[in-house]
């Protein structure tokens, strides 16, 4: 362990007190690690019938584990296919206390690497919106990377300044994440290189920074929303002090309890002789020497509503947009269901020519996906579905909305990797399943063609189609990419990308 910064530990000391002593010890302790399971793929009972890795279960954490080191998570067909996201323990309750339900407007304001992100969208089972945000755009790029192996159907992946989505979503969400950057002390631990970062910008750089970031986003917030504000340090000046600041720039906002573990601390309302708002006793820490995690702070924080319950009609920007002729037209006439295969629906697509929609309808005919051509988007060569409309905003940089679906080249249609990833073993009707220890599943994610007779045999023995063409590729039923089959051989379509080196 390298020599803590000098600074640091004379705040730490009149910090901690009597805790001082065992808050040291704690460095020299083994870090944890975890993986969090991705709920919206795969039940808990199921992974951990078929995880191979020796876990146990996070206690205050529903859908979290403790896994070994040796256990290798990232190297398994598994993490390729999104089953669960690795994450350290402490790290993962900020997204656990927001308590999104499907149907929510989420944003995550500062997102990236996509940990919070990701269990955000996970909770919303595909419905409603999640806003995936982060200012460095090679951050955004590994942001839109998680986000698409967890087959997140429903996000917008953003790349603004905080104050740019405030101008464009005033009063707009019902839920917001801010994870906001930081000095990282909690992660001295787990990353000794944080440490000299931190004497060149320590806690006075961030908290400035953090009292603008929590301002906007709580003016995104709508009336009766809810905000988690999180850090992975233990300076007040970037926890305690940054939501007094918010309470007194923003007096519609009030701190909530939030669900509690034994092992939290409450927050402080002073310290070394500046005064913090007394509700600050209500926002929790993790200490690395009372947790099996590092440190992190948390604040649950709620906008309070007018007295009638709703926001004046003056200021109430969220509105639906208004009905076009086609929706109208299209709402009036019984029965007409968006996934009727009796027609092409991708007539409706006006930019397609005649080859395109026959390529896209004959490969759409084994997705059993409940599509809505009101919700196609083709942009040049490119087929995207988006979750909406009325999130967008004009001038808003984003890299991705909604699934990328794939290409379209001449007269044939090939589908994207984040589309393999969003679809599941019973939304497309042609599949070659492996066993989780198949060797030719590494084969695959080195890009490498497959033989697959004996998976052919039987399907055959099944009665199932053994026809040339586009597969799903799957490990224990959970797909890992696409293929395309030509007699016995699968030729591999696994992004070069995304392959594995080894």
Not at 222 to 242: D, V, W
Not at 323 to 330: L, Q, R, S
């Amino acid at each position: 362990m390298a020599e803590l910064p000098k600074a640091f530990l004379q705040t730490m000391e009149k910090l901690l007190g009597e805790e001082y002593e065992p808050f040291l010890e704690g460095f020299d302790g083994r870090r944890q690690f975890g993986l969090r399971v991705n709920t919206s793929k795969i039940s808990l009972e199921e992974f951990e019938r078929i995880a191979p890795f020796h876990l146990t279960k996070i206690p205050w954490i529903s859908n979290g584990y403790f896994y070994q080191e040796e256990d290798y998570p990232a190297r398994h067909p598994f993490y390729a296919a999104g089953l669960y996201y690795l994450q350290e323990p402490s790290a993962m309750t900020p997204a656990s206390r927001l308590k999104v339900v499907p149907g929510d407007y989420v944003l995550d304001l500062c997102a990236a690497p996509g940990g919070k992100a990701t269990a955000l969208a996970a909770e919303l089972l595909g419905q409603g919106l999640l806003v995936a945000n982060d200012i460095n755009t090679a951050r955004a790029r590994a942001l839109l990377r998680n986000i698409e192996l967890f087959g997140i159907k429903n996000a917008f992946v953003t790349n603004e300044p905080p104050h740019v989505l405030a101008d464009k979503y005033p009063q707009f969400f019902d839920k917001i994440m801010v994870d906001a950057p930081c000095s990282g002390e909690g992660m001295f631990r787990k990353n000794p290189a944080v440490m000299e970062a931190w004497e060149e910008k320590g806690p006075e750089y961030f908290s400035k920074l953090q009292r603008e970031i929590i301002v906007h986003g709580a003016d995104m917030l709508k009336p009766g929303g809810t905000m988690l504000y999180s850090t992975c340090t233990f300076a007040p000046a970037e926890n305690e002090r940054t939501i007094t600041h918010l309470l007194r720039e923003r007096p519609e906002m009030e701190v909530l309890p939030m669900e509690d573990y034994e092992g939290f601390s409450p927050g402080l309302t002073s310290f070394d002789g500046e005064e913090f708002h007394e509700s600050c006793h209500l926002c929790r820490r993790i200490w690395p020497h009372k947790m099996e995690g590092e440190g992190h702070f948390l604040a649950l924080l709620r906008k309070k509503e007018s007295e009638n319950g709703a926001l004046p009609e003056e200021e109430n920007v969220y509105i639906e947009l208004p009905e076009t002729k086609k929706e109208k037209k299209k709402r009036k006439k019984k029965g007409n269901t968006s996934d009727k295969r009796t027609k092409n629906w991708w007539d409706a697509c006006k930019s397609l020519d005649k080859e395109q929609k026959t390529a896209l309808a004959e490969f759409f005919s084994h997705v059993t996906w409940k599509f809505s051509e009101d919700h196609v988007d083709v942009r040049g060569d490119k087929v995207y579905y988006v979750p909406g409309r009325d999130y967008e905003r004009g001038s808003v940089h984003f890299l991705r909305n909604g699934v990328y679906l794939g290409d379209l080249k001449k007269k044939r249609f090939e589908p994207s990797q984040p589309f393999a990833l969003a679809l599941s073993a019973d939304t497309f009707d042609q599949i070659l399943d492996f066993p989780e220890n198949d060797s030719r599943l590494q084969d695959y994610m080195r890009g490498e063609t497959l033989p697959v007779e004996d998976l052919l045999e039987q399907k055959k023995a099944k009665g199932e189609n053994t026809g040339n063409g586009w597969y799903l590729v799957t490990a224990c039923g959970y797909p890992l990419g696409f293929g395309k089959l030509a007699g016995t051989m699968l030729k591999n379509k696994y992004p070069a990308g995304w392959r594995k080196n080894n």
